[in-house]
């Protein structure tokens, strides 16, 4: 059961003038189930990607890189659940390039416009026949207003859909943003992978649109955590159709503002909702981190208290066993050279409108009562608030506890 | 239940001249249990000490190392169990001191020639007068032979007590090496802390002392990992009583070569046995990494492995789950200017007698079967050898499994 979260329903994904999706059951690697998504796009989208910092990345992630850097307008994305082509060497990279190159011809368009994407078992052959026979359901399935049955056909051991919808105006004009998402990096037992599609019909200049994308990332996917493993498929994609009639050129301008906020919402919402449903998670933990000397310490301190597994079984027992959370902010590392002073390192709990202070001057604060902690520690939605007392930067990460559910799901031989 | 450790007798752990050892039940925490421990050094040894890198690192911490920077000779060691004093600010410095000149007076020594070392519950105060009322009943049980009551004394949730001793020649003259060790990083579950304490009958300069401990601590206590969580009380300290009528003065003499080989045998030992017992481990793993550009980064490839909760519950569920592995060698970040090439990476599985090669080129090895897999992720001792193909140095991490028992263990509210 997801932490606060319910997939939204169909009438409430509005459609992207510009791109139509399709779906079908390739029993790629399990039959009668919808494993098989394409997301066809009109001439003239401008199409941007993040993807995993893995080294040991999945071939279709190579394959995204190149056709993107190709340059090339690209015109379908091609996404398949089961197998994530990952850890498959060259062999990998010859069935992402030939399941690209049987897709262009149905749409009669070059092989280089097609993106694909894998998410399933790591170092399994993908079956590349069984991907093609399927390809034309998913095209006969092309809709604009699919969005919710994309949703549920790239879930693999997700327990609901993860999808977004947004609706504003820019010079009186109507933007639409939607976009789904899966996963939760590596959290699933085998099936690997996070993976975020978003479109909007406002039209975004080609370096812009990469800037765009780059800071709803850094905002969004970039600041979720379950377990640390960061997956070999990981990818997020912006489509930019243009057929608002709106374009935006300049990064100083207000339309790019709201393009920017409107987008790191549903972004956010993408991502937090991967949280939210992250194995075996009964509890939704936001880390904020302030007062640090840049955004990247932030970060890493938010993410020394989110890896933590005696934090997040803390938060699982619902334990206000705070010493584990100042011994993961002491051992963060940020200070190589300018030594956190732990003096001033303030942290406090908070969950709906209640907030304590928990830590200061180096030790448990003289207001702090354990039983407060204990009630804050028994809510679904907590936060922790961490003050480093060294700058004005600040960051937050999002995770969720640890949990006998968790060790359930991954200590699951695969089947 | 430990994997594959039992304490060793008392008669099997040498007396080591110069040193005596005695214990007693001060309540620190828990009524009618050994938790207060001193040693008592003749005139003359020479100690060194390496200690957490947690910014908290605890008072007693802050204090050892003041007082080993003083460089007066140590003439005591003085270890409670069931608080911490960490995270405990202004008063838990006055604490430790007040413990220390409490034994200082009791023994007629310095106050700075007292080590105070504390393992427990973060956050809480160190109950000083209980602890100094205790000080003379473990005065009258001092003795040579009572190694085996320390390491039992030091305990706090290890379920066996950790100790090693080793006896060997130099230059025909018989040297002693006894130690205990206690806990295993952070992974109590508020019973914070790693202590390890090891003293030898061979004399060592003092500057050699320190790089002796720094050799021996880097190829053991500094290898091993249960969750990655570090303490902040984490304190190794090395003694050399000199009584053995062998001095070593120089790095470069067989002397050395020989002491140093036998000092990281018993560090070895007892860090391992720390791993052994780590909470709810059911595995011993071995990180064994090759390879590598240097030493460090074939760490970071090591704890990278060691670290992830995919890997780790694979252990558990003697599941070949190879992809976690590569994925997690593939996310280790030791590369920023010189990228890994995953098509170079070797992994082979290997227990007891039988390795067998499970990816290369990228991708599952050829050879590779997965009932071969199946049978050695089945054995209580596993070793995951890793080849990075991109130099030739090399490094080995310890690790065990993560089961429902660590989060049980963990999750458990501190009672």
Same mark, same amino acid.
């Given at each position: 059961m997801p932490v606060n979260y319910r997939t939204p329903a169909a009438a409430d994904l509005w459609p992207v003038a510009g791109v139509r999706l399709g779906v079908a059951a390739a029993a790629i690697r399990k039959p009668d189930r919808h494993d098989l998504t394409v997301l066809a796009l009109d001439p003239g989208c401008r199409v941007a990607g993040v993807f995993t910092s893995n080294r040991f990345c999945a071939a279709p992630v190579h394959v995204c890189r190149r056709h993107l850097e190709l340059g090339s307008d690209a015109r379908a994305l091609l996404i398949n659940t089961g197998v994530a082509n990952a850890g498959t060497g060259e062999q990998g990279l010859r069935a992402a390039a030939e399941t690209c190159a049987a897709l262009s011809q149905l749409l009669a368009i070059d092989d280089r416009q097609v993106l694909p994407f894998s998410t399933g078992v790591i170092l399994e052959p993908l079956p590349v026949e069984r991907l093609i026979a399927g390809l034309p359901a998913c095209i006969a399935d092309l809709r604009a207003d699919h969005w919710h049955t994309a949703a549920h056909a790239i879930m693999t051991t997700d327990t609901v859909a993860k999808a977004a919808s947004r609706r504003f105006e820019i010079d009186g004009k109507r933007i639409t943003i939607t976009g789904i998402s899966k996963g939760a990096g590596m959290i699933r037992p085998n099936m690997a992978t996070m993976l975020g599609f978003i479109a909007t019909d406002a039209g975004v200049a080609a370096p812009l649109l990469e800037q765009l994308l780059r800071e709803a990332a850094d905002e969004s996917f970039n600041c979720i955590s379950v377990d640390g493993d960061t997956s070999t498929?990981?990818?997020f994609i912006l489509i930019a159709t243009g057929q608002s009639g709106i374009e935006i050129a300049d990064a100083s301008t207000a339309a790019y503002a709201q393009l920017r906020e409107a987008l790191i919402a549903v972004a956010m919402e993408l991502a937090q909702a991967i949280i939210r449903d992250g194995e075996g998670a009964s509890k939704f933990i936001t880390v904020a981190v302030e007062g640090g000397r840049d955004r990247q310490e932030c970060k890493r301190v938010g993410y020394a208290v989110a890896h933590s597994p005696l934090v997040k079984t803390a938060f699982f027992a619902s334990d /206000?066993?705070?010493?584990?959370?100042?011994?993961?902010?002491?051992?963060?590392?940020?200070?190589?050279?300018? /030594?956190?002073d732990?003096?001033?390192?303030?942290?406090?709990?908070?969950?709906?409108?209640?907030?304590?202070?928990?830590?200061?001057?180096?030790?448990?604060a003289a207001s702090y009562r354990e039983e407060d902690g204990a009630r804050i520690m028994g809510e679904a939605e907590i936060s922790v608030r961490v003050d480093l007392g060294r700058g004005s930067a600040r960051a937050a990460v999002y995770t969720c506890d640890l949990s006998y559910e968790y060790v359930r799901i991954n200590a699951d031989y695969r089947s």
């Open positions: 498929n990981d990818s /206000p066993n705070l010493g584990r959370i100042l011994a993961a902010i002491g051992y963060a590392e940020i200070d190589a050279l300018d /030594p956190l732990v003096d001033r390192v303030r942290v406090w709990l908070a969950s709906g409108g209640s907030e304590i202070l928990v830590a200061e001057k180096g030790g448990r």
